[in-house]
T-cell receptor, first 113, second 116 residues
Framework: GAVVSQHPSWVICKSGTSVKIECRSL??????MFWYRQFPKQSLMLMAT?????????EQGVEKDKFLINHASLTLSTLTVTSAHPEDSSFYIC?????????FGPGTRLTVL | SQELEQSPQSLIVQEGKNLTINCTSS?????LYWYKQKYGEGLIFLMM?????EEKSHEKITAKLDEKKQQSSLHITASQPSHAGIYLC????????????????FGQGTILTVHP
């Protein structure tokens, strides 16, 4: 069935390094995908909209140069956290629409030391 | 932008008890989604409501959308420890199309604990 997968499920990196997170739609195509961030005991906050074939749209307050988004194909979007710092540590979740459904990936936990 | 207010923020119940979580919007709801999340995991889709007065049930969970389409409730009957988690209501932007399609704004979530 149609699902959204993410890789990796967790990652630990050193401060100053870059980390790439992949979001894939399985068994369906997604011209648009959404990236959310969730801090402990908080709700999901939309970071950006990933558009296949065009630039991503970022929400207010989200640094586009820090959170690079590439929608390489109709089934893959990547989020790269550049020059990561401890405050970037969070749970990152992607979503893709399938008809009226909004499918979510299992999330990626990023810890920056 | 549309804001969603969930209540209560946290809830602790004894197994077997019924409970209700509310989600109130400042604007008319055109597509209201309920999700459940275990800590550190992705979101599990529960139900979607679109029409005023609509009610849907799945197993022991019932979701309703009021006639005015500004409030939704999620009711769990005879709660079990497996119901524990974070419940989130989310809404799509009214009349959204193009690249906005599929974007959800979430309430702050309700943390449910069920004691055996």
């Amino acid at each position: 069935g149609a699902v959204v997968s993410q890789h990796p499920s967790w990652v630990i990196c050193k401060s100053g390094t870059s980390v790439k997170i992949e979001c894939r739609s399985l068994d369906f195509q997604a011209t648009t995908m959404f990236w959310y961030r969730q801090f402990p005991k908080q709700s999901l906050m939309l970071m950006a909209t990933s558009n296949e074939g065009s630039k991503a749209t970022y929400e207010q307050g989200v640094e586009k140069d820090k959170f690079l988004i590439n929608h390489a194909s109709l089934t893959l979007s990547t989020l790269t956290v550049t020059s990561a710092h401890p405050e970037d540590s969070s749970f990152y979740i992607c979503s893709a629409p399938l008809a009226s459904l909004k499918l979510f990936g299992p999330g990626t936990r990023l810890t920056v030391l | 932008s549309q804001e969603l207010e969930q209540s209560p923020q946290s809830l602790i119940v004894q197994e077997g008890k019924n409970l209700t979580i509310n989600c109130t919007s400042s604007k008319t709801l055109y597509g209201l989604y309920w999700y459940k999340q275990k800590y550190g995991e992705g979101l599990i889709f529960l139900m979607m409501l679109q029409k005023g007065g609509e009610e849907k049930s799945h197993e022991k969970i019932t979701a309703k959308l009021d006639e005015k389409k500004q409030q939704s409730s999620l009711h769990i009957t005879a709660s079990q420890p497996s119901h524990a988690g974070i419940y989130l209501c989310g809404v799509t932007a009214a009349g959204a199309g193009g690249t906005s399609y599929g974007k959800l704004t979430f309430g702050q979530g309700t943390i449910l604990t069920v004691h055996p």
